[in-house]
């Protein structure tokens, strides 16, 4: 698993955002770029550090989540830098996700944080899935809602989460029972859970073990969503024998 990871070195307690540099994601009406003076702080003092923080939360999925493990380069939202607003005002929220290996770009259940100058976000789930993705969630929670719910009924996710959230439809999906067991699970077009962190904490050394604590609690909840990706192929190892294809040093 190392093999993925671009972190040079052990892995290093983080420091936390300056406030200096926090303060540039501030709304500055009219103004759609950082100035040079403020592009050159942003990235010394926000753009830098977010990777490491990062590179540090990749190496705890390594141990808790390794499906998950995703370069920081990848992880990272690339759009360090000024997103219009409908005010016409600069948006800047740095953000990551972790998905899943067997995932097809950032689909699927994932992992994901990002802040802005007011808030900060920690979610674990299904946000924005694609239309022809839903069938695959509800025939999952179908068939295995008892798991499902037991996964929602973890006391530490409750207390860190406060439980599932996601919009619903108005009515159920076409070809689904209304008096379905579960059927207030397969009425929903998401399936998340998502925690807002203190802003002071993004300042402190526990920002790191915070968020890490957060991912692992919302593992099982994420894994248990992902068992509706598309399994990869694989070559039935009995199969390899018999054909002669194994040889010295082949992987599986």
């Known amino acids: 698993m190392a093999e993925v990871l671009t972190c040079p070195g052990p892995a290093k307690s983080f420091l936390g955002f300056c406030p200096q540099g926090i303060a540039l994601l501030r709304p500055q009406k009219g103004r759609r770029k950082l100035l040079p003076s403020e592009q050159q702080m942003y990235e010394y003092k926000i753009a830098n550090p977010m990777l490491e923080l990062v590179c540090s939360i990749t190496r705890e999925f390594a141990r808790f989540a390794p499906n998950y493990v995703t370069p920081p380069e990848r992880a990272v939202f690339p759009i360090f830098g000024a997103r219009p ?3 016409g ?10 998905v899943h290996r067997n995932a097809k770009g ?3 259940a994932c992992f994901y944080f990002h802040f802005t100058s007011s808030e900060a976000v920690v979610l674990g789930g299904v946000y924005a899935p694609a ?3 839903l069938p695959a969630y509800r025939s999952l929670l179908q068939q295995r809602y008892k798991e499902f719910h037991d996964i929602l009924r973890d006391r530490r ?3 860190l989460t406060g439980g599932l959230e996601g919009e619903k439809l108005q009515s159920m999906p076409k070809g689904l029972s209304q008096d379905h067991p579960a059927a207030d699970l397969l009425r929903r077009r998401q399936w998340y ?3 807002m962190l203190e802003m002071p904490l993004l300042s402190t050394t526990q920002l790191l073990p915070t968020l890490v604590r957060h991912f692992e609690t919302m593992a099982p909840f994420v894994e248990f969503l992902n068992l509706s990706l ?11 024998f018999a054909n002669g294809d194994l040889t010295e040093g082949t992987r599986l």
């Open 106 to 108: 950032p689909r699927g």
């Open 131 to 133: 239309p022809s993705e």
């Open 157 to 159: 996710l409750k207390a």
């Open 85 to 87: 607003s409908r005010s």
């Open 230 to 240: 598309p399994q990869p192929r694989r070559r039935s190892l009995v199969r390899s």
């Open 193 to 195: 859970v998502c925690a």
């Open 89 to 98: 005002s600069r948006d800047l929220h740095p953000g990551a996700i972790w």
